[in-house]
């Protein structure tokens, strides 16, 4: 401490001066509730980010081959969409499609011809190729009975 | 040895301040992200409770005295005396909606001919669409909710009901009535809840009216507002 700011014998003339509140316990609390705070946000983040689509895309994507059929089970030409990306392709006159890029997990594909599709859950694989069988389009679309 | 006076200790920093009330006010937005609350909704009656005028609940109306708020996909609309009326052949019209959760009312609507009109609702990208409709459907003989992908219409209904025997189709106007709330969709006619059903697959999007076939419609006295 400086010579200038040392007390001196006047400071003392009325006896010892009050003690001053402990202010420390308010910045305790508040420092306290940034931490607590900050948790909570972080949290809430996680969550977020956990029911996005963020973990699909960092867990890496695979590809689905199939084969369309019409109803007379001769192969056709359809578009194979999968539902909440931008991904499509068409299958070729054989009937046959692959689509790359498709995020890791459960999936729905949808193969659609003249305006009308029918939804096909499946399970795309990182790194893997998933063959998901014969699939056939509708040309109407009918409720469920 | 006597004890040196006690000085003040050092205030709360500036900077933790600052800190504490942006932690407080980041929690809160998240917070009401995460449960799907409307941001826009909360600070709207905020500004109502200080004084602030008119109405939180309404995000749309119209009377149809013109189109202009509206996007013609397909087929043939027009303003007839202030009534929207679509058909025949497919027709898609929409309009955006700056809400994922919402009530359509449509006061009056009427079906002339055709096997029925549908109203979308959550619809992204107004040319290949995503989302869904409810369905006023003779042809099928009851009402549905569909989902689109990519401008398809998936083939097997969400949820389907028949109509009770007898339903008049066409004779009378109808009034109708959608909440679109979180993964929740719901259909009264005439005030009568018809059609209920869950999907999770889009989460926003505009509205709309569809007709097909030979179907021709009319609607009038649009009103959207946000969920309660």
């Known amino acids: ?145 | 040895m006597r004890q040196a006076p006690q000085r003040a200790r050092p205030g709360q920093s500036l900077v933790e301040i600052g800190l504490l009330l942006a932690l407080i006010a980041a929690v809160a937005v998240v917070g009401l992200g995460v449960t799907g609350t409307s941001i826009r909704t909360v600070l709207c009656n905020v500004g109502r409770t200080f004084g602030g005028g008119g109405s939180c609940g309404t995000l749309f109306s119209d009377d149809f005295t013109n189109l202009k708020a509206w996007q013609i996909a397909a087929g043939t609309w027009a303003s007839v005396d202030g009534v929207l009326t679509g058909g025949p052949s497919e027709g898609r019209i929409f309009t955006p909606l700056a809400a994922n959760d919402y009530v359509i009312d449509v006061d009056t609507t009427h079906l002339a001919q055709g096997n029925g009109y549908g109203v979308f609702f959550r619809i992204q990208d107004f040319g290949k669409i995503n989302g869904y409709s409810f369905q006023y459907d003779p042809g099928l003989g009851g009402f549905a909710f569909r989902k689109w992908v990519g401008g398809s219409e998936i083939s097997a209904p969400l949820a389907f009901v028949k109509a009770p025997a007898g339903y008049d189709w066409y004779a009378a106007n109808r009034k109708l009535q959608l909440t679109v709330s979180g993964d929740t969709f719901t259909a009264l006619v005439d005030g009568q809840a018809v059609l209920t059903t869950k999907d999770s697959t889009y989460a926003a999007g505009g509205m709309g009216f569809r007709t097909w076939d030979s179907t021709k419609a009319s609607f009038d006295n649009l009103t959207v507002r946000a969920v309660p």
């Open chain 1, 1 to 145: 401490m400086p010579f200038e700011r040392s007390p001196s014998l006047k400071d003392f003339a009325q006896g010892m001066p009050p003690k001053l509140p402990d202010s420390a316990w308010k910045q305790r609390w508040i420092r306290l509730a940034i931490v607590v705070l900050s948790l909570v946000l972080g949290g809430l983040i996680l969550l977020n980010v956990t029911r996005s689509r963020v973990i699909e895309r960092i867990s890496g994507s695979g590809t689905v081959t199939g084969l369309v059929l019409d109803a007379r089970g001769q192969p056709a030409v359809a578009e194979i969409l999968i539902e909440r990306t931008a991904l499509v392709t068409q299958s070729d006159p054989s009937g046959r499609f692959t689509l790359p890029g498709v995020p890791v997990g459960q999936q729905l594909l949808v193969v659609a011809h003249t305006g009308v599709g029918v939804e096909y859950p499946i399970v795309a694989v990182a790194g893997a190729s998933v063959d998901v069988g014969t699939m056939r389009v509708e040309t109407t679309a009918v409720p469920v009975p």
